[in-house]
């Protein structure tokens, strides 16, 4: 699979929970702090954010959401005045279709990633962004995944392709074909 052209546009961290946890409640007021780069830690997660040590082999160590999908959104629900930050995810992509990328391991800038399940959207998602949009996200609400290799992500330009397994200047991604078991586990955000 091809995957030429990947484009990270933003990176986010957030130090504690808004909506995980917080189901029954009011839904925090923790701010996604946008980065230009931060450290992936294998096993662990993103180094500062709040799901970093979260607990052992947590599939949604870092998260990913396409600007493809967000455009769709906007474009769909007639919203123009929601940052990506209402989302949630650490990982803002373009030029790629994160769906591809579940079961499988893939390597973003000398990091290595292996795709667990969709970022399922929830209902918070309705007064964050707009009414509708928990609907809208359903099948496509990103990528979480575990991180299987120590490395720092920044924004970048677009990626060129190169296999995972091979050594790498640290701007490539390549998806491997191979599928590793997926087991069910709730999203939070």
Known sequence: MSTDGLVIHQLYISTA???????????GMNPLIEVSAFECVAGRGVRGDRFFDYKENYKGQI???????????CE??????????????NVITAGLDLKELIGRDFLIQGVRFRGTEECRPC???????????????????GLR??????GVLSRS?????R???????GQRLQAMSSRGPNPAESSGS
């Open 63 to 73: 998260t990913f959401f396409a600007v493809e999908t967000y455009n769709a959104l």
């Open 145 to 150: 995944a575990i991180i299987l290799c120590d």
């Open 76 to 89: 769909k629900l007639q919203v123009r005045n929601r940052p990506f930050s209402v989302f949630r995810r």
């Open 123 to 141: 209902y918070w998602m309705d007064g964050a962004f707009a009414p509708g949009a928990c609907e809208f996200l359903k099948g496509r609400g």
């Open 163 to 169: 296999d995972a397994h091979k050594e790498d200047s």
């Open 157 to 161: 330009h677009p990626c060129r392709s």
């Open 17 to 27: 929970h808004n909506f995980f946890g917080h189901h029954g409640q009011p839904a």
